[in-house]
């Protein structure tokens, strides 16, 4: 199972040429490693180790990535900005292959191109920089905004609602309040941007935003929902369970009196989830707490994973399947 790693995990994966020769000794073994596959080279005098590479997340592999381009960043204006600024924040990002280190400098400055790096030009004001663990980059609500105005829909939602919860959500207890104050922020952010690439589609995103949705594919399955005409959403809709303990819904759709429920395949493959349970009972677990839903509210359950919520017609194809009217 890939799992996940902090900064410093990422600092410590990452090796320069001298630490390799160090163990071995022997430049003809370096090269016999990267030709073998056994060694990745990320960037100039750093590398990592193929098997614990692989065995990562796609937001570890991108942190591990981060560090390897932050090593060639010394002494230069250049921060960490949009998607990778929203890794070093901890935003959660759906599932998707790789993108490059994103950087954000001066504008006229030169900078030697290297591969797998993407830089932007933009004055940042103080206020829009900061460290994390030592390294430079956009602040939360700066990095939203990029990310909102630069990447897709998908990313840019799930990003914004990450960082929303923050502010708006304590354990189960939301504040509508705190949301709106953080949307006005930001949205008072774009409105000061005029003309800038992408600030339409930040202004949606920022609209969107809900700090309710936990995960990346709550996230996506809003996005989508939206894009086939729903309008009404109920986020973690609370229910009473048997035991006096409420359960919790992802999303109610009021109009279909539907529930969807994101259900990603670490809810079952991933150890830490499960909670020391086996695999049997959370599967049973799972089939009591849908039937007793379904039984007190008299409302369809439904639910989908990746592959329902990667486009508007895979989700429809689904909840017709339930017997869903569709818009």
């Known amino acids: 199972m890939p799992r996940r790693l902090g900064i410093e995990d990422a600092r ?7 630490q390799l020769l160090d163990v071995d000794g022997s430049t003809a073994a370096l090269r016999g490693a990267l030709a073998d596959g056994v060694l990745v080279r990320l960037q100039r005098d750093a590398y990592v180790f193929a098997d614990a590479f692989s065995d990562l997340w796609p937001e570890g592999r991108h942190l591990v990535r981060l560090v390897a381009a932050h090593g060639l960043m010394t002494g230069s204006s250049a921060v960490i900005s949009h998607r990778s600024a929203a890794v070093l924040h901890g935003l959660a990002q759906p599932e998707a292959g790789e993108w490059p280190v994103e950087t954000t400098t001066l504008p006229g400055v030169r900078m030697s191109g290297r591969r797998g790096l993407r830089r932007h030009a933009d004055h940042l004001p103080d ?10 980059c956009t602040s939360l609500d700066r990095t939203v905004f990029d990310v909102a105005r630069t990447c897709s829909i998908e990313v840019g939602v799930s990003c914004a609602d990450a960082a929303v919860r923050r502010e708006s959500v304590n354990g189960r207890e939301y504040s509508p309040e705190m949301q709106r104050r953080w949307r006005d ?28 949705a936990e995960l990346p594919g709550e996230s996506l399955s809003r996005v989508q929902l939206a894009r086939l005409g729903f309008r009404e959403f109920e986020l973690q ?6 035991s006096g303990r409420d359960y919790f819904v992802d999303i109610a759709l009021p109009e279909q009196k539907t529930f969807w429920e994101f259900d990603g395949e670490a809810k079952y493959t991933d150890d830490r989830m499960r909670n020391g349970r086996e695999l ?20 369809r359950f439904t639910r989908g994973g990746w592959r329902d919520v990667a486009t508007p017609d895979a989700l429809r194809a689904r909840l017709q399947a339930f017997g869903v009217p569709v818009p």
């Open 185 to 212: 922020r930001l949205l008072e952010r774009a409105a000061a941007s005029p003309g800038r690439r992408g600030v339409a589609r930040a202004q949606y995103v920022l609209s969107f935003a809900d700090g309710r």
């Open 127 to 136: 206020r829009d920089v900061v460290e994390i663990a030592g390294i430079r």
């Open 237 to 242: 809709v609370p229910v009473a369970g048997p």
């Open 12 to 18: 410590a994966i990452v090796r320069s040429r001298q």
């Open 280 to 299: 049997s009972q959370v599967l049973l677990e799972e089939k009591r707490r849908e039937d007793w839903i379904r039984g007190v509210t008299q409302w």
